[in-house]
């Protein structure tokens, strides 16, 4: 397997504003992946075109993106993908999980409120960009850049959550939980280790993080992205920040869907922790 000799990932979107006051921040999250011998990725596109005037300011040349990762179908990962598309000239090819365009949905009380995204598989075809739908557990998209999917769900038992749902198609129910098999990480081989690229972490943070450390054998050296840690108990977030502390040089950006109180938590507990804001660049040579 060929090895990267550097790797810059840059945080386009992310729900908090760094110190370059001219970016804008969203709920949503986008990673720009830059190796230093290959072309350029995007690990989701946050909520909607922000993506497009930060990396004006942080001179982040889109039009070089020859492949998107969505995370999920969630919009706030999903959504600058269309207005990205139209701003580019180049054609890059969009990855996605299994059910990726199965509609989303969260319950409010005795109602429904859509999560999806803002596109069809036929807008993807319009503007003449491949879409591959990912099956495999380990997928190797580029060189040292790996779609990891199917995660096993043996280690965090608080999944899945009841609060979001998709339409059951059994006749006997009408809404079923989110499965999320759709859901795909990331993990770039560097220098220092693997580099883990989450977007939610629906399937549970452990369970990812213990899918890459059986299908890998280097460690890992950081984990990027949100955590999904917003709505965990006390129990939940100490058997995490147990598990994070078995790896005690671990970087950890955090950011997104991790939350400021557990976000606090990890950083009392785990050295390696920095918080992942829009404008943040891990630069690894």
Request: aromatic share 8%.
């Amino acid at each position: 397997m060929m090895s990267m000799n550097s790797i810059t990932i840059t945080t386009l979107v992310e729900n908090s504003p760094g110190d370059h006051r001219s970016l804008k921040a969203e709920h949503g999250i986008s990673f720009h992946i830059q190796p230093g011998n290959g072309p350029a990725l995007l690990f989701d596109t946050g909520q909607t075109g922000l993506l497009i005037s930060n990396a004006r300011y942080l001179s982040v040349d889109l039009e070089a993106v020859e492949q998107v990762v969505l995370s999920h179908g969630h919009y706030d990962h999903t959504g600058g993908l269309v207005p990205l598309l139209h701003h580019v000239k180049s054609r890059p090819s969009i990855h996605v999980g299994q059910g990726f365009f199965n509609p989303k949905y969260s319950v409010n009380g005795p109602g429904k409120n859509y999560l999806g995204m803002n596109f069809s598989k036929a807008d993807v075809y319009a503007v003449r960009c491949a879409l591959v739908e990912h099956r495999e557990d380990t997928t190797e998209i580029a060189p040292g850049i790996f779609l990891i999917t199917n995660f096993h769900r043996n280690l965090d038992p608080d999944w899945p959550n009841p609060r979001f749902v998709i339409p059951s198609t059994e006749k006997t129910e009408q809404w079923v939980t989110d499965p999320f098999t759709d859901e795909v990480s990331l993990v770039l081989r560097t220098p220092r280790g693997l580099v883990l690229l989450v977007g939610c972490s629906h399937p549970g943070i452990l369970n990812i993080m213990d899918t890459v450390r059986s299908r890998f054998k280097e460690p890992l050296y950081a984990v990027l992205g949100g955590t999904h840690l917003v709505e965990a108990d006390n129990q939940r977030l100490t058997r995490v920040l147990d598990y994070l502390e078995t790896m005690p040089d671990l970087v950890l950006g955090m950011s997104h869907c991790t939350g400021s109180a557990a976000m606090e938590k990890i950083k009392q507990r785990c050295p390696g922790y920095y918080h992942n804001f829009t404008g943040s660049s891990l630069i690894i040579d």
